[in-house]
Each structure stands twice: as C-alpha cells, then as structure tokens.
C-alpha cells in the first residue's frame, strides 16, 4: 500500500539556518503530494502542495518539488524563524489508497534564537 | 471564516463507556474524512463520506466504531465500549470534490482519554 517515510525529529536549528526536512514516499499511479504544519496547540493546517511530477510547491517561503525519479518531497526553507517551529508532515493521496492522505510519522522543529 | 468545527474539544471517560464525537465541515464541501492520531505519529484515515454516502471504511475501524452523515452536512463518529487503546486525537476534515479539489481542511480535533 501507499506509504510515507519522513526524517526523524527534533530537528533544531538557529534562526535563518537553512532547512531541510527529508520526505519520500511509495505509492502506486500517480498521487498528489502535500506538506501540513501543526503549530503547538493547534489543528492540522496545509502548508503546500503539488500534483503532479516537477510541480513546485511553495507558501511562506517554504518549497517542495515533486520529484517522481526519486519519490521525494523535500521541504525546504532558506531562512528559519523561531515562529515556524512546529510538527511538519509530508502526505500523500490518488496513489493506490484512492481519495484518503497517507501521512508520515511528521518532524518536529524547534528555532532557536 | 467558518472552517471546520469539532465538538467536544476533549473527552475523558470509562473504560467500557460509549462516546459520541461531532465534526461540522465547511459549509459547502461534499466530502468528510475522520483520522485517528496517536502521540508522535501521523494521522491514520479511519472513514469518508462523499455527501451522506460512506464509500470507504480503514480496517482500524472496528465494529464498535460507527460513523453517520445523515443529511450530507454534519458527522458523527461513536466509539462503543471505549478501550484503553482508543485514547488518541479523532480528527475530522472536509473537502470540495471538484476538478483538483484535492486539499483536506482539518479541524482542531478531539481528545479522547479512557481511563
């Protein structure tokens, strides 16, 4: 079935660090990708996505490119605030599991000043 | 802006009590999810309704697990005889199913806790 393998957590970083949180995925046809951020004490929010392979996706200065060669989905950012520390988690949906999101297990980040 | 309400927020109670959990979608989205998310891990897709229409069903979800959508709007979600191990967040999300209308709205989710 559709499966999503995330980097391990905490990642902790200083502010304006560059980031990178690592995502791959296995899943069969074609599926949409998406990063959701989970900020302390607060739901699910989407943060980008993208559908199909070489689409960019991008919001707040966040980016993830779909790269169907390497079934990855990294998210990236070039300068960290303390504000983006939160649980980020890679998702997929439309491969094999049809509608439904197919989540990892997320990556916790924590900016330090 | 009216996204997607859960109620209630947190919900303790007994082992063997039954507990009813409510989500109201976006207004005009036609697809409703329910997931199950457990400390450190993500989201586990437990049931969706397109309109009032449950098409698909996880095998996490038991047969003491029941969801409805009676009227296409609003969802239930009841666990009878609560275990232990059904403590965790149940989190609801909408969704329009148009051409590329592929992005979940979530809600704030409620906190179960069997004791």
Known sequence: GDSVTQMEGPVTLSEEAFLTINCTYTATGYPSLFWYVQYPGEGLQLLLKATKADDKGSNKGFEATYRK?????HLEKGSVQVSDSAVYFCALSGGGGGNKLTFGTGTQLKVEL | DTGVSQDPRHKIT???QNVTFRCDPISEHNRLYWYRQTLGQGPEFLTYFQ????????RLLSDRFSAERPKGSFSTLEIQRTEQGDSAMYLCASSLM???GLEQYFGPGTRLTVT
């Open chain 2, 98 to 100: 148009l051409a590329g």
């Open chain 2, 14 to 16: 007994k082992r063997g």
């Open chain 1, 69 to 73: 060669e390497t079934t990855s989905f």
């Open chain 2, 51 to 58: 309109n009032e229409a449950q098409l698909e069903k996880s």
